[in-house]
């Protein structure tokens, strides 16, 4: 049953404490992004790799960092410097040709992180 | 810098009506426009993709267009049911490099019985 695992499901954060959220994905996937996204918004791009060992920044990354040391999984971390970090995380996978036009991501079933 | 809104925030009507998302971006220089759905603390699924070079796409009583040139896109859902209550998000592929989506900030519909 292939398909993309994001744990925990919901996740808690005391102050100046880092994080890491987990994805996995089993559907061979070269590329993986991470998204946050917060209430009557849509969704900000964290970071993103198209290929094992590299990855890149999205629009929002200050305050977050990730790597990539294996196909199947992309954690990241939600470091203290983010000082606004609750927010449904999301993550996603897509084969990773870009120029294939009908190229389509498939997301995880997200990981809430809350504050305390 | 692409941006993309979409047009109403909330929507609620009545099981069987006929009804329009809308969705339009600033750069027309777009590879596709997705249309996304989204459960309640749940992941994103895709429902259409639109090649910069189509003009529609439908599944179902879905149905996608897409105007680049006035930079809109419109989903159109046909007899409308409970089970369609959701948020639907748009999301634009900015150009060859890069998978890089770019989303809406998603239309929620309460579709009732």
């Known amino acids: 049953d292939g398909g993309i695992t994001q744990s925990p499901k919901y996740l808690f954060r005391k102050e100046g404490q880092n994080v890491t959220l987990s994805c996995e994905q089993n559907l061979n996937h070269d590329a993986m992004y991470w998204y946050r996204q917060d209430p009557g918004q849509g969704l900000r791009l964290i970071y993103y790799s198209q290929i094992v060992n590299d990855f890149q920044k999205g629009d929002i990354a200050e305050g977050y960092s990730v790597s990539r040391e294996k196909k199947e999984s992309f954690p990241l971390t939600v470091t203290s410097a983010q000082k606004n970090p609750t927010a449904f995380y999301l993550c996603a996978s897509s084969i990773g040709r870009e120029k294939l036009p009908q190229e389509t991501q498939y997301f995880g079933p997200g990981t809430r992180l809350l504050v305390l | 810098k692409q941006e993309v809104t979409q047009i109403p925030a909330a929507l609620s009507v009545p099981e069987g009506e006929n009804l329009v998302l809308n969705c339009s971006f600033t750069?027309?220089?777009?590879?596709?426009l997705q249309w996304f759905r989204q459960d309640p603390g749940k992941g994103l699924t895709s429902l259409l993709l639109i090649q910069s070079s189509q003009r529609e796409q439908t599944s179902g009583r879905l149905n996608a267009s897409l105007d680049k040139s006035s930079g809109r896109s419109t989903l159109y859902i046909a007899a409308s049911q409970p089970g369609d209550s959701a948020t639907y998000l748009c999301?634009?592929?900015?150009?060859?490099?890069?998978?890089?989506?770019?989303f809406g900030e998603g239309t929620q519909l309460t579709v009732n019985p």
């Open positions: 750069d027309s220089a777009i590879y596709n």
């Open positions: 999301a634009v592929r900015r150009g060859t490099s890069g998978s890089r989506l770019t």
